[in-house]
């Protein structure tokens, strides 16, 4: 089972390792373009997998994953106004994967021991980070409290869904670092940086919706075929 869940992957899977090849070896055009397919290449693997259902979680699974992928495009544009509409994009993003993972179904409960682990994040983030915000401190703040909830939530949903949020909190983490931290390049080389950022993002992305497929896919397979009877007994 897991392996046919994986192949229709195989599309991102090969463009993240190309990504991240690029964003060492260059050029740089090569990386906009790879960054541009990730997220359509992750969409269609969510529709041919789930291609059967019309539900309301592959619809939102979808305009997640959109939003993130309008996110990756106007960051790789530079200046402010271009970060400020990514921030935005990604906001959506997670936005979408809260209502996502509250309609999902869970064995738990909602609000997991997770919740505690990402408000002690947050709290950090923020006074490492608040100092030398500037104008950017409540935009930043906003973005940081949605991004905690989003992984928060996925925790409850527990196994790679769990991770993957975990992930979308590294990743967004340090690549606050590397826009607000003064001294951070020092630290970490700018290729360093951009590794771990998109490692992480990639797998964030990648689990969430590897996570999400198995979920829907139960779900529909539970399903009785069209003009199948269903027997008496079932639920």
């Known amino acids: 089972m897991t392996r046919s869940l994986l192949r229709p992957f195989l599309p991102f899977l090969v463009l993240s390792a190309a990504q991240l090849v690029l964003l060492v070896t260059g050029p740089g055009l090569g990386v906009t373009t790879t960054k541009a397919l990730l997220m359509p290449a992750l ?76 408000a002690v994040w947050y709290a950090a983030f923020l006074l490492l980070l608040g100092p030398d915000l500037g104008g950017m401190l409540v935009p930043v703040a906003v973005y940081g409290l949605v991004l905690g909830t989003m992984a928060a939530l996925a925790a409850a949903q527990g196994g790679v869904v769990a991770i993957g949020g975990a992930l979308f909190v590294v990743s967004d983490s340090v690549l ?39 979920v829907l896919g139960a779900r529909v397979r539970s399903r009785p075929a069209p003009g199948r009877r269903v027997p008496a007994t079932a639920r």
């Open 43 to 118: 969409a269609a693997a969510v529709i041919v997998l789930v291609r059967p259902s019309r539900g309301a979680p592959l619809v939102l699974l979808l305009v997640a994953i959109g939003c993130s992928w309008a996110g990756d495009v106007l960051l790789s544009f530079p200046g402010e106004l271009w970060f400020v509409l990514g921030l935005l994009s990604f906001l959506a993003a997670h936005a979408v994967y809260i209502a996502l993972f509250v309609g999902l179904p869970r064995e738990g409960r909602l609000v997991t021991p997770w919740a505690a682990v990402y």
């Open 176 to 214: 606050a670092l590397g826009r607000f931290l003064p001294g951070y390049d020092a630290i970490v080389p700018g290729a360093a940086h951009d590794l771990i950022v998109m490692t992480t993002y990639l797998a964030a992305q990648a689990l969430i919706a590897f996570g999400a497929v198995r």
